[in-house]
């Protein structure tokens, strides 16, 4: 049986029971009214009818929401959340239930509209400050009775370095997995769940090139995964329905006491603004690139037209670009050139050089 014929049959189930039940009511409530009008048990039936359809009406609409969504909710987060926040949900449950039946018995005393309701109330609210208090300190609380780590990915023991925060764009670019097999990256990378659930829409674009961006994210996250060099670990934290993932990220940060690694450059100057310590991929890319000193020699390939006129342009291994003075008419060729003058851009690193003599390449 499909789901939707699932709540139709609890609409029509749930409709059924409301009817009954309300027309059940109103009968109790105005059968033992004074007859004082003649017509009153058409007028009876009218009111009793009347409530009924509406009833079934509301019931009909509502059941979906009050049975099988809740309990889908609860399916697919049980099914996705590690054994141990399970296990640690479960332990709390239990105990905000047993703190709730010590705290019902003074309350079931008080006047009977208090008595009978505040029980019920207290104790439902004990049990999930129960789950909340022992899902937020789960990590120590198992550390105490020495209990597995949360998911695959705790249980390599971690580095001695600060836990970093990775965003969408980052995990994207793929130069993060080489970064990390270096070493330079000391603490465990955390992946948040709004970050993934970021990158699955990503992925799941109707857009060919998204689509394939969103996909390779996938692809350097089980990378990084395999990797132990370090870490990898996805946190729990959902973030607000709605809000923006750079927002969620920044806040997530402040309250971690964590730096962000992106090469975002929005994200960038967002947290820098708030406090939060940034470490920019596309930064630390420029800073280690090769420096080069006017009148430094090197061999370049001219593969396109520059700006200006005569000007040809080339690239260095590391991507840097490199404006040859009269390079045009070599187009196509390996040249040796001469660095003239170096530029730093916000863009990058800009080489100018002048041409010396022809090299080993050929058209």
Not at 157 to 170: A, E, I, N, R, Y
Not at 238 to 243: I, L, R, S, Y
Request: contains cysteine; hydrophobic residues 45%; proline residues 6%.
């Amino acid at each position: 049986m499909t789901l939707a014929r699932i709540e139709m049959v609890l609409r029509l189930v749930g409709g059924v029971v409301a009817a009954l039940g309300v027309a059940e009511i109103e009968r109790n409530v105005f059968t033992p009214v004074p007859q004082i009008l003649v017509p009153w048990p058409y007028l009876l039936t009218i009111i009793i009818g009347t409530g009924a359809v509406l009833a079934f009406v509301v019931a009909f609409a509502l059941t979906p929401m009050l049975t099988t969504r809740p309990f889908l909710w609860a399916v697919r987060r049980a099914t996705e959340m590690p054994a141990s926040d399970v296990l640690a949900a479960i332990v709390g449950l239990v105990l905000g239930l047993l703190v709730g039946v010590l705290v019902a018995i003074p309350l079931s005393y008080l006047p009977w509209y208090l008595g009978n309701f505040l029980p019920i109330a207290a104790s439902l609210a004990l049990a999930y400050l129960g789950m909340t208090i022992v899902l937020t300190h789960r990590k120590e609380l198992f550390s105490l009775f020495r209990w597995p780590r949360e998911s695959q990915a705790e249980s390599v023991k971690p580095s001695p370095g600060p836990s970093v925060l990775v965003d969408t764009s980052s995990i994207i670019d793929g130069r993060i997995a080489d970064i990390c097999s270096t070493g330079f990256v000391p603490g465990p990378l955390l992946v948040p769940r709004f970050v993934l659930r970021e990158l699955q829409h990503i992925a799941d674009s109707s857009d060919s090139m998204r689509r394939a961006r969103g996909r390779r994210g996938l692809e350097i996250l089980n990378k990084l995964q395999k990797d132990a060099s370090t870490p990898l670990v996805i946190h729990e934290d959902d973030g607000e329905p709605g809000a923006e993932v750079d927002a969620l990220l920044v806040q997530l940060a402040r309250r971690l006491q964590c730096p962000i690694l992106t090469n975002d450059y929005n994200l960038n100057r967002v947290a820098g603004l708030q406090g939060v310590k940034v470490l920019n991929v596309n930064e630390l890319a420029n800073a280690v690139k090769s420096i080069l000193l006017p009148g430094q020699e090197l061999s370049l390939r001219v593969i396109q037209e520059g700006k200006e006129i005569g000007h040809g342009v080339g690239y260095l291994e590391d991507g840097t670009m490199v404006v040859v003075e009269n390079g045009r008419r070599v187009l196509g060729t390996t040249v040796t050139v001469q660095v003239s003058r170096v530029l730093q851009t916000a863009a990058g690193r800009m080489i100018f050089a002048q041409m010396r003599g022809p090299g080993d390449g050929s058209p």
